[in-house]
């Protein structure tokens, strides 16, 4: 991997805290000499984790952790996570991974990764012992070896070893009022629901800068302890500011209480709007989301109070502006139509503040130990159970429907997934995944409904990939007449992306639409597809050079050898400067200057991660 230029990684890495507060350089910054000291502190990183005193006990012990339990690691955060050996933490790791047979540790980031490589070798491991080989990878330098290893292969982490060691470190980070989510889902995802709540309220008495075990322990507490409404009051008093009020309205608006959430945001304005240190984000961005809280609970004159003291709030300049002037209006609005009942608008990924998004509270604020039946016998038993906790902790995110449709599917468990299917076209109608899996998946008995569902959901939501995907499957089930006649339909709409979970980008499917539509000797599609792939819009707006080879090959096969040639030319001239998919590329061109209309042009495969799936691959 390349260096990157110092001053473009800068300014990557300020555009990536947009909701964190603001960051400013001083007017007097010089980028070379920043670069020159970074590169100095890389090369004395690289010295310090490369000597045996260093890399020796760690390695033994990420061998351990490979050795254990695989579910351990499902879901991890790659970031420092907690559990991570105190032998690699102590040496300012930045990023690890564990699989059950190597392991990946890094040190550097940004201008150079670097780290450790752990790889089992199966060629002379054995019944009793596994062989492990550890490396230093450099990105600007050969591998280099650093020391090979057996352990019993009985040698491992247990699961209660695990826990104590991940939640000792998880505590020492929330002193800063860091990683509190992080700690909580993972005590969920081993059920540990009991130590989630003693943790909790142990780590909201210990730090006051831990905001948000203090708002858990009132929201866990609320329904049995009629004194943590006062401790969380108490608790945002003491800390003095605009800040700790409004966090304390999540809390309450979490328990549903529309009141105690109004009277916070009263107490909060009066006050000035601020980002003291142990807020961590900037103040529009903990503060819109409340004001659409406040909106729909109708609760206008202070949703309108709290939007327009967020808007003369400068430091935060013009983010969320637009979100909140709109709420503003809406407030302001229903204030003199109190028979209106407005929406909030709709925020973009990432700048719609949940403190409590991916924490299953049902879990947590049950008073006694749920027993639910047997508890689960099977790895598959507890990985389903696992997802089950995902989509009730989170169940606006189709990522989780996803992985549990996949993973029934996997086990073929057909009429399971298909269970799920429905539930998640139910909570999201406009998605593409629930009526295609169904589709795709059907069996004979269920196929002639579902492919009569899906066939309507695309008509109804109409955009060019979702015709693809009604294409592949008219393809997949040999109509390749329905197929053709399904893109003649797609090009009818613009070529983008209309999907946030796509797994392909939006050109990979014009390549492979005119590419069935050659091998069909639909040239005149082709061409078709070829325009509408050359005006992409949206994020993937730029042109795509593959399009020069679809359209000579279509072009030199009817007749048109000027133009044939012309894009033959084009296409090899641009794959001389960078990679692209098309292959065959100096055969077409000779066949265009030849006018060859026997040639059948083989544009070959994309090269964008393997074939495409309706359905994700999942180990069971």
Same mark, same amino acid.
């Given at each position: 991997?390349?260096r990157?230029?110092?001053i473009?990684?800068?300014s990557v890495?300020?555009v990536?805290?947009?909701?964190?507060?603001?960051?400013?350089?001083?007017?007097?910054f010089?980028?070379?000499?920043w670069a020159r000291?970074?590169?100095?502190?890389i090369?004395k %990183?690289?010295?310090t984790?490369?000597v045996?005193s260093?890399?020796?006990? !760690?390695?033994?012990a990420?061998a351990?952790?490979?050795?254990?339990?695989?579910?351990?690691f #499902?879901?991890e955060?790659?970031l420092?996570?907690?559990?991570?050996?105190?032998?690699?933490l102590?040496? !300012?790791?930045?990023?690890v991974q564990i699989?059950p047979d190597?392991a990946r540790?890094?040190?550097g980031?940004?201008?150079?990764h670097?780290?450790?490589?752990?790889?089992?070798?199966?060629t002379?491991s054995?019944?009793a @012992?596994?062989?492990?080989v550890?490396s =230093?990878?450099?990105?600007n330098?050969p591998?280099?070896?650093?020391?090979?290893?057996?352990?019993?292969?009985?040698d491992?982490?247990?699961?209660?070893?695990?826990?104590?060691?991940a939640?000792?470190?998880f505590?020492?980070?929330?002193a800063?009022?860091?990683?509190?989510?992080d700690?909580?889902v993972?005590?969920? %995802?081993f059920?540990?629901?009991d130590?989630?709540r003693?943790?909790?309220?142990?780590?909201?008495?210990a730090?006051?800068?831990?905001?948000?075990?203090?708002?858990?322990?009132?929201?866990i507490?609320v329904?049995?302890?009629?004194a943590?409404?006062?401790?969380?009051?108490?608790?945002?008093e003491?800390?003095?500011?605009?800040?700790?009020?409004l966090m304390?309205?999540y809390?309450?608006?979490?328990?549903?209480d529309?009141?105690?959430?109004e009277?916070s945001?009263?107490?909060?304005l009066?006050?000035?709007?601020?980002?003291?240190?142990w807020s961590g984000?900037?103040?529009?961005?903990?503060? &819109?989301?409340?004001?659409a809280?406040? @909106?729909?609970a109708?609760?206008?004159?202070?949703?309108a109070?709290?939007?327009k003291?967020l808007?003369?709030?400068?430091?935060?300049?013009?983010?969320?502006a637009?979100?909140i002037?709109s709420?503003?209006k809406?407030a302001?609005a229903?204030q003199?139509?109190?028979d209106?009942?407005?929406?909030?608008?709709?925020?973009?990924?990432?700048?719609? =503040?949940?403190?409590?998004k991916?924490i299953?509270?049902?879990?947590?604020?049950a008073?006694h130990?749920?027993?639910?039946?047997?508890?689960?016998v099977?790895n598959?038993?507890r990985?389903?159970?696992y997802y089950?906790?995902?989509?009730?902790?989170?169940?606006q995110?189709r990522?989780?429907?996803?992985?549990?449709i996949?993973?029934?599917?996997?086990?073929n468990?057909?009429?399971?997934?298909?269970?799920?299917c429905?539930?998640?076209e139910?909570?999201f109608?406009?998605w593409?995944?629930?009526?295609?899996i169904?589709?795709?998946a059907a069996d004979?008995?269920s196929r002639?409904?579902a492919?009569?569902?899906f066939?309507r959901?695309?008509?109804?939501?109409?955009?060019?990939?979702?015709?693809?995907y009604?294409?592949r499957?008219?393809?997949?089930?040999?109509?390749?007449?329905?197929?053709?006649?399904? #893109?003649?339909?797609?090009v009818?709409?613009?070529l983008?992306?209309?999907?946030?979970?796509?797994?392909?980008?939006p050109?990979?499917?014009?390549?492979? &639409?005119?590419?069935?539509?050659y091998a069909?000797? %639909?040239y005149?599609?082709? #061409?078709t597809?070829?325009e509408?792939?050359? %005006?992409p819009?949206g994020?993937?707006?730029? =042109?795509?050079?593959?399009?020069?080879?679809?359209?000579?090959a279509?072009?030199?096969?009817?007749?048109r =050898?000027?133009e044939?040639?012309?894009?033959?030319?084009?296409?090899v001239?641009? &794959?001389?400067?960078h990679?692209?998919?098309a292959?065959?590329?100096?055969?077409?061109?000779q &066949?265009a200057?030849?006018h060859?209309q026997?040639?059948?042009?083989?544009?070959?495969t994309l090269?964008? !991660?393997?074939?495409?799936?309706?359905?994700p691959?999942?180990q069971?």
């Amino acid at each position: 991997m390349n260096r990157l230029n110092p001053i473009c990684f800068l300014s990557v890495f300020i555009v990536c805290l947009a909701p964190v507060k603001a960051q400013t350089l001083p007017s007097n910054f010089d980028a070379e000499q920043w670069a020159r000291q970074v590169q100095a502190e890389i090369q004395k %990183k690289q010295a310090t984790v490369a000597v045996k005193s260093a890399y020796e006990p !760690g390695g033994k012990a990420l061998a351990r952790l490979c050795q254990s339990d695989p579910f351990f690691f #499902l879901d991890e955060p790659p970031l420092r996570p907690a559990w991570t050996p105190q032998e690699i933490l102590n040496l !300012g790791c930045t990023w690890v991974q564990i699989n059950p047979d190597s392991a990946r540790v890094e040190f550097g980031g940004g201008f150079e990764h670097f780290g450790y490589n752990l790889q089992l070798d199966k060629t002379v491991s054995n019944d009793a @012992l596994n062989h492990w080989v550890m490396s =230093f990878y450099d990105d600007n330098a050969p591998d280099k070896p650093l020391m090979s290893f057996t352990l019993k292969r009985s040698d491992h982490v247990d699961r209660d070893a695990f826990i104590k060691s991940a939640l000792a470190e998880f505590q020492r980070r929330a002193a800063s009022g860091a990683e509190v989510k992080d700690r909580i889902v993972f005590l969920l %995802k081993f059920d540990e629901v009991d130590l989630a709540r003693t943790s909790i309220r142990q780590c909201a008495t210990a730090s006051a800068n831990d905001w948000m075990d203090q708002l858990l322990a009132y929201v866990i507490d609320v329904k049995t302890d009629a004194a943590s409404s006062k401790r969380l009051l108490a608790w945002a008093e003491k800390m003095g500011d605009f800040s700790a009020d409004l966090m304390a309205a999540y809390a309450f608006e979490a328990a549903g209480d529309h009141d105690a959430t109004e009277n916070s945001i009263k107490t909060a304005l009066a006050k000035p709007v601020d980002d003291p240190d142990w807020s961590g984000y900037n103040a529009r961005y903990r503060g &819109a989301a409340i004001c659409a809280k406040l @909106l729909q609970a109708r609760r206008y004159a202070t949703c309108a109070a709290l939007c327009k003291a967020l808007i003369a709030y400068t430091d935060s300049k013009t983010y969320l502006a637009p979100e909140i002037t709109s709420i503003l209006k809406s407030a302001q609005a229903a204030q003199a139509n109190p028979d209106s009942h407005p929406s909030p608008p709709s925020f973009s990924e990432g700048t719609y =503040f949940d403190p409590f998004k991916g924490i299953d509270l049902s879990r947590l604020i049950a008073s006694h130990k749920e027993v639910a039946g047997p508890q689960p016998v099977s790895n598959n038993d507890r990985l389903l159970e696992y997802y089950d906790h995902r989509i009730s902790a989170d169940p606006q995110n189709r990522d989780n429907y996803t992985i549990k449709i996949a993973f029934l599917l996997s086990l073929n468990r057909r009429d399971d997934a298909f269970t799920v299917c429905k539930t998640a076209e139910n909570v999201f109608p406009d998605w593409w995944r629930p009526p295609t899996i169904l589709a795709f998946a059907a069996d004979d008995n269920s196929r002639p409904q579902a492919e009569t569902q899906f066939r309507r959901w695309v008509e109804a939501h109409p955009a060019f990939i979702h015709w693809w995907y009604l294409s592949r499957y008219d393809r997949t089930h040999g109509k390749i007449d329905a197929a053709i006649a399904d #893109l003649q339909n797609g090009v009818k709409y613009p070529l983008e992306m209309v999907d946030e979970d796509e797994t392909w980008v939006p050109m990979a499917f014009a390549f492979d &639409a005119a590419s069935f539509a050659y091998a069909q000797k %639909k040239y005149d599609g082709v #061409l078709t597809i070829a325009e509408v792939w050359s %005006k992409p819009q949206g994020i993937y707006n730029y =042109f795509d050079d593959d399009i020069y080879a679809f359209r000579s090959a279509a072009e030199l096969a009817l007749g048109r =050898f000027v133009e044939a040639k012309k894009d033959a030319d084009a296409v090899v001239a641009a &794959a001389s400067k960078h990679a692209i998919w098309a292959s065959d590329l100096a055969e077409l061109q000779q &066949a265009a200057a030849a006018h060859d209309q026997t040639f059948m042009y083989n544009p070959g495969t994309l090269g964008c !991660g393997g074939d495409w799936s309706a359905i994700p691959t999942v180990q069971p």
